[in-house]
């Protein structure tokens, strides 16, 4: 997958054991990709199949996005 350049493995749980309290059935293992569900595309496209699929993400306003570089300033204002 980095290759491609969509990113890699974040995470590999163990095999029947919940990752990021996601579970996962006997037999099976968990992981976590960096790229979205592009890395996935890829292994159902080799044949690997992907029995459960899901994005850790959301839909926001894009108004409300902001320049990473703002990033810094914006996490001080928290304190």
Known sequence: M?????GGLFLIGWPGRPLLDIPVSEGRLGFVVVGGLNPVAILEEEGIRVHRTGALA???????LFDYQELGA???LLD
């Not at 980095?2 to 969509?6: D, R």
Request: net charge positive; no cysteine.
């Open 2 to 6: 980095e290759q491609a350049g969509l």
């Open 58 to 64: 959301g839909l926001i306003e894009y108004s409300r």
């Open 74 to 76: 914006r996490v001080k």
